[in-house]
């Protein structure tokens, strides 16, 4: 593995020499993957290793670009390395790539059992997915699907007439959608086109044929960029009232608090998803608003600053655990 670690490190002292070649640097590069699919087998104890030190080798050539690490299909062991090494290793992120058409078990299962997999909180995938990602958003780390798909077995249709194929498979990208929007970082589609046309495995054909949605994210951008004076105004009615709940709530229970921290850290997380929208402005008229996507390390980098300004203190999760920020 010497030399991945080698081409890795090439690559990425080639990708910031490239992207510092402009005024400003480019900011388009999403990180690095540090392996696609690995499959250790017997190794995993080897693979984990390698990926820290070789995380720790490129964090000295950037100490900022995110690391993908991807989780062999062991998510919750990989979850648990990131979670372990999140303060050494700044802005790591776990990928798990999500596919319901290539196993036997796949097969088997209707495409409406596959839907309700995925809806139902207390479904496997669900449940899994929404504990991971709070598992690593509090290590100050970041969980991804980075790949997925539309497609099913051609046997998980078998229950459903061939008229409601189209409206099943929406329901099935819908549902997946659904839930990558609540327990992930981010999700990629794959692939963008194929040789042939494919409405499970290429987006364009599944924008086109009405599986895929032809507009995800919010939309508004005049409403953001125009003038508002009653903003901040919203806001502060906004942080009270939660604060006011917040306090009511810690009252049950006596103990040491900085309700303060709380109070800083709505303030904070509103006017970072508002930095995050209000930069739509340096986009396509056409593109949709940006949002606050790795809220783990986001969080992480917020609360050494709130620590920098304020202190260190027991109460720290006031500020850091803030519902706004989450």
């Known amino acids: 593995m010497t030399q991945t670690t080698h081409i890795l490190r ?31 087998g017997s190794k995993t104890p080897d693979l984990q290793k390698w990926y820290i030190e070789t995380a720790k080798t490129l964090r000295e050539i950037d100490a900022d670009v995110p690391l993908y690490f991807g989780d062999a299909w062991m998510t919750e062991q990989f979850s648990g390395l990131l979670e372990s090494h999140g303060s050494q290793l700044p802005f790591t992120v776990l990928d798990h790539h999500l596919y319901r058409c290539f196993t036997e078990g796949d097969a088997s299962t209707s495409v409406t059992q596959h839907i309700q997999n995925l809806t139902d909180p207390n479904a496997y995938t669900p449940h899994t997915f929404s504990r991971i990602n709070q598992k690593l958003e509090s290590a100050g780390c970041g969980f991804v699907i980075g790949e997925w798909s539309g497609a099913l077995n051609p046997g ?3 229950t459903v007439g061939e008229e409601n194929e189209l409206e099943m498979r929406q329901k099935y990208v819908a549902a997946q959608m659904a839930l990558y929007e609540k327990c992930c970082a981010g999700y990629f589609f794959w692939t963008y086109k194929k040789e042939e046309p494919d409405q499970g495995w290429a987006l364009r054909d599944a ?30 009615v906004a942080r009270d009232q939660a604060k006011e709940a917040h306090l009511a709530y ?5 103990g040491e608090y900085e309700h303060e921290r709380f109070t800083d850290g709505f303030t904070q ?12 402005k340096s986009l396509p008229v056409w593109a949709p608003i940006p949002e606050l996507g790795f809220k783990g390390p986001w969080i992480k ?5 709130h620590v920098k300004e304020k202190g260190d203190g027991k109460a720290l999760w006031e500020f850091g655990t803030n519902p706004l920020l989450l």
């Open 250 to 254: 810690w009252a049950k229970y006596p």
């Open 301 to 305: 980098k917020r609360l050494e600053e």
């Open 207 to 236: 924008v086109d044929a009405g599986v895929y949605p032809a507009w995800v994210g919010l939309k508004g951008r005049e409403r953001v960029l125009g003038e508002d004076s009653e903003r901040s105004t919203r806001r502060d």
């Open 10 to 40: 090439t690559l990425l002292t080639h990708l910031n020499a490239f992207t510092h070649s402009f005024q400003p640097p480019l900011t388009n590069i999403l990180g690095i993957e540090l392996l696609n699919e690995p499959q250790p």
């Open 156 to 158: 998980s249709f078998k």
């Open 269 to 280: 997380g509103w006017d970072d998803a508002w930095l995050f929208f209000t930069s739509i």
